[in-house]
């Protein structure tokens, strides 16, 4: 999964706000297909998890929320400061976390992924009101984001359950690795 999304690197900037196919099946599809978004929902998981019980849970709660608290700041057209460079620092600084093994403050770990879930969300967001279903693709987006949060937890907790800890760090690393790749589209 990691290595695919890395192969995508350079190519990461898919938000080009000019509108989206519609529909739930295109919600579904859209993250699993953005390997920007497809990284970072897998960085909150595999953070969550090694974080413990409280977080395991809270933060893939936090994300969805506060993406689509960014929906609606994108659909309104807000301001935010730069999107595409706010998501690609989201990969590289989850990446981090989680090679790092940081053991970050619950509300700090709370408040990174708020903020991140903000720019994830603005971007489609903006994108929202030209789909051909903006309902139907937000549910789909939405519970694409979850699954891709429940499939970092499952990596982790399996990672722990065969003493290979090590695996988990090692896609942090690949993650914040690809994160730099991002960085680096997003500043050429």
Same mark, same amino acid.
């Given at each position: 999964?990691?290595?695919?999304?890395?192969?995508?690197?350079?190519?990461?900037?898919?938000?080009?706000?000019t $509108? #989206?196919? /519609?529909? *739930?099946?295109?919600?579904?599809?859209?993250?699993?297909?953005?390997?920007?978004?497809? %990284?970072? &929902? !897998?960085?909150? $998981? #595999?953070? /969550?998890? *090694?974080?413990?019980?409280?977080l395991v849970?809270?933060?893939?709660?936090?994300?969805? %929320?506060? &993406? !689509?608290?960014?929906?609606?700041?994108g659909?309104?057209?807000?301001?935010?400061?730069?999107?595409?460079?706010?998501?690609?620092?989201?990969?590289?600084?989850?990446?981090?976390?989680?090679?790092g093994?940081?053991?970050?403050?619950?509300?700090?770990?709370v408040?990174?992924?708020?903020?991140?879930?903000?720019?994830?969300?603005?971007?489609?967001?903006?994108e929202l009101?030209?789909?051909?279903?903006?309902?139907?693709?937000?549910?789909?987006?939405?519970?694409?984001?979850?699954?891709?949060?429940?499939?970092?937890?499952?990596?982790?907790?399996?990672?722990?359950?065969?003493?290979?800890?090590?695996?988990?760090?090692?896609?942090?690393?690949?993650?914040?690795?690809?994160?730099?790749?991002?960085?680096?589209?997003?500043?050429?």
């Amino acid at each position: 999964m990691i290595a695919t999304g890395m192969s995508f690197a350079p190519t990461a900037a898919a938000h080009s706000g000019t $509108g #989206l196919p /519609g529909g *739930f099946v295109a919600g579904v599809l859209h993250p699993v297909g953005g390997p920007d978004h497809l %990284l970072a &929902m !897998v960085a909150v $998981g #595999l953070w /969550g998890a *090694f974080l413990g019980a409280r977080l395991v849970v809270a933060l893939p709660i936090v994300f969805p %929320l506060l &993406m !689509v608290v960014g929906a609606v700041l994108g659909m309104r057209a807000i301001p935010l400061p730069p999107v595409e460079l706010g998501i690609a620092v989201s990969v590289f600084v989850l990446g981090l976390c989680v090679a790092g093994a940081w053991r970050a403050p619950a509300w700090l770990a709370v408040a990174i992924v708020a903020v991140f879930a903000l720019f994830h969300g603005y971007a489609h967001g903006r994108e929202l009101p030209s789909a051909a279903d903006p309902v139907g693709y937000s549910a789909g987006f939405v519970l694409a984001t979850g699954l891709l949060h429940v499939g970092g937890i499952a990596f982790a907790v399996l990672a722990t359950r065969v003493r290979r800890v090590p695996l988990t760090r090692a896609a942090g690393a690949a993650i914040a690795l690809a994160g730099v790749f991002f960085l680096h589209g997003v500043s050429a």
